[in-house]
């Protein structure tokens, strides 16, 4: 059944009203017809089942015939910071990511970054980040919409990060501790944050590293494996979901 995603003030009492890409989408991509179905997701993880009853020229409403709160979310929320990497990997941890899991996703600059933020390019990215996020929403069922948020620098992103409850440091160097073992031993309440920090193609610096570690962020390893910038989020997002969800 196809899923769309709205804000609170798109939903009136039992009629929620699709505007924008998502309604043109509906009416001319999908073809739908009154009577047909549909599922609607708002931003507090709660999933509709609505049934098409109006097609207007920029807008279609439908009727709200059941809600339920959604099974697909992780107990905890997830921050991804990711260090631009090249070429369009981004693209496919933003899509992967989103599937695995995370409700918010930062890009950032970090010292050995070979692509660097245009701020004139900024705003075209950041949307078309954002809509890549939304498909994957859809697509893998998801009951908020992920975002996709505009790209900072390092010491900006240590700043975001310091107000989750647990930061994730992911490090090559020495002095890691597993990544599986820090979740296992912090055992994080249903609620609590979880944010993820993963390098570019080379990773981060020696004096990158002492940064986060001063924050209070924990160095953590991903296996003995050396794993590319587009795989380690992943891989690590695979190691939170074993921890928190698949109990």
Do not use: W
Not at 181 to 190: A, F, I
């Amino acid at each position: 059944m196809p899923r769309f995603f709205v804000s609170n003030a798109q939903i009136a009492g039992s009629t929620v009203t699709i505007t924008g890409e998502d309604a043109h989408h509906i009416s001319r991509s999908l073809r739908m017809a009154v009577g047909e179905h549909i599922t609607v997701a708002d931003s507090t993880a709660v999933t509709y089942d609505c049934v098409l009853r109006e097609f207007l020229p920029d807008a279609v409403r439908a009727e709200i015939v059941a809600a339920h709160i959604t099974t697909t979310e992780p107990p905890c929320p997830i921050t991804l910071f990711q260090a631009l990497p090249k070429g369009d990997k981004l693209d496919t941890v933003i899509q992967k990511a989103v599937e695995c899991g995370v409700s918010r996703i930062v890009p950032f600059e970090s010292e050995r970054c070979i692509v660097r933020v245009k701020a004139e390019a900024e705003e075209k990215k950041q949307a078309r980040r954002n809509r890549i996020a939304a498909e994957a929403a859809k697509q893998c069922g998801r009951g908020i919409l992920p975002t996709v948020e505009a790209s900072v620098d390092f010491d900006t992103m240590l700043q975001m990060a310091a107000a989750v409850d647990l930061v994730l440091f992911c490090f090559e160097g020495e002095g890691t501790t597993p990544i599986s073992r820090v979740l296992r031993e912090r055992k994080l309440q249903s609620g609590k944050g979880i944010a993820l920090i993963v390098g570019s193609e080379g990773g981060f610096s020696l004096k990158e590293a002492e940064k986060a570690i001063a924050a209070g962020f924990i160095p953590v390893g991903l296996g003995p494996r050396i794993l590319r910038t587009e795989t380690a989020p992943i891989f690590a997002l695979g190691c939170i979901a074993a921890e928190v969800e698949l109990l």
